[in-house]
């Protein structure tokens, strides 16, 4: 699959910022609601009860361990790619914590609970459509949504559905390992369903309808 540039750095630039903002805050939404994590989210949370070791460490392990398997299945180590992967996160992570505080503020945890709902699974719809404009920016992406990518158009044709449920295999054998462990579940609720039944769908529609001149960006040469 080839793309042809069609708009100029400046308009790709503002493309991504505008994702991570709305990744940042479909994220903080759910962590604020808490009713369900993304499924990466919530395996870490899990895993952090089992080992001695803080969410954030957790987070970033499981980033430093994606990275590692992109490598892998592209058979090439890609610094600008790595370096991308790592530069991502630092102001998602920030974002993330800044928007979850003001979300707090406007105590949307009050809210009756057939509206809390609704708003934790609009977050998980935030976070779909970021993820489909910064793939297709293609600049910087978090390893979890590189790997995506990779799968999606290395593998698949540019299935997203597809894809998304195949990333979302090793969290939930996570999962299923901590609960072996711990026999409990953390940070799983209607939103963690709701993103491993619709997130990857919701990804190929906002290709098509979210910016629908945005179209992805050098894929024949990074995968």
Same mark, same amino acid.
């Given at each position: 699959?080839?793309?042809?540039?069609?708009?100029?750095? +400046?308009?790709?630039?503002?493309?991504?910022?505008?994702?991570?903002?709305?990744? %940042?805050? *479909?994220? =903080?939404?759910?962590?604020?609601?808490?009713? #369900?994590? /993304?499924?990466?989210?919530?395996? =870490?949370?899990?895993?952090?009860?089992?080992? &001695?070791? @803080?969410? %954030? =460490?957790?987070?970033?392990?499981?980033?430093?361990?994606?990275?590692? @398997?992109?490598?892998?299945?592209?058979?090439?180590?890609?610094?600008?790619?790595?370096? #991308?992967?790592?530069?991502?996160?630092? &102001?998602?992570?920030?974002?993330?914590?800044?928007?979850?505080?003001?979300?707090?503020?406007?105590?949307? +945890?009050?809210? !009756?609970?057939?509206?809390?709902?609704?708003?934790?699974?609009? *977050?998980?719809?935030?976070?779909?459509?970021?993820?489909?404009?910064?793939?297709?920016?293609?600049?910087?992406?978090? !390893?979890?949504?590189?790997?995506?990518?990779?799968?999606?158009?290395?593998?698949?044709?540019?299935?997203?559905?597809?894809?998304?449920?195949?990333?979302?295999? !090793? &969290?939930?054998?996570?999962?299923?390992?901590?609960?072996?462990? +711990?026999?409990?579940?953390?940070?799983?609720?209607? #939103?963690?369903?709701?993103?491993?039944?619709?997130?990857?769908?919701?990804?190929?529609? /906002?290709?098509?309808?979210?910016? &629908?001149?945005?179209?992805?960006?050098?894929?024949?040469?990074?995968?």
């Amino acid at each position: 699959m080839q793309a042809t540039q069609t708009l100029s750095k +400046t308009q790709l630039l503002v493309y991504f910022i505008f994702s991570i903002f709305l990744n %940042s805050l *479909g994220n =903080a939404l759910t962590v604020a609601i808490n009713l #369900g994590s /993304a499924l990466w989210t919530a395996a =870490a949370v899990n895993l952090s009860k089992v080992m &001695p070791i @803080t969410l %954030s =460490a957790m987070l970033i392990l499981s980033g430093i361990i994606v990275i590692v @398997t992109n490598i892998i299945i592209l058979r090439r180590f890609d610094l600008k790619r790595v370096l #991308g992967n790592l530069l991502f996160m630092v &102001p998602f992570s920030w974002l993330v914590g800044v928007f979850e505080v003001q979300l707090l503020k406007l105590h949307i +945890t009050q809210l !009756p609970l057939w509206m809390q709902v609704i708003l934790d699974c609009l *977050g998980v719809v935030l976070i779909a459509v970021a993820i489909s404009i910064y793939q297709r920016v293609n600049w910087m992406l978090h !390893p979890v949504d590189d790997l995506m990518q990779i799968v999606r158009f290395k593998y698949l044709h540019g299935n997203a559905t597809v894809a998304q449920l195949i990333v979302f295999t !090793p &969290p939930i054998v996570a999962i299923v390992i901590s609960l072996v462990v +711990t026999h409990q579940l953390y940070a799983i609720n209607i #939103g963690t369903l709701f993103a491993l039944a619709f997130q990857g769908t919701i990804v190929g529609i /906002a290709d098509k309808v979210v910016f &629908p001149n945005l179209k992805h960006q050098n894929l024949a040469t990074e995968l």
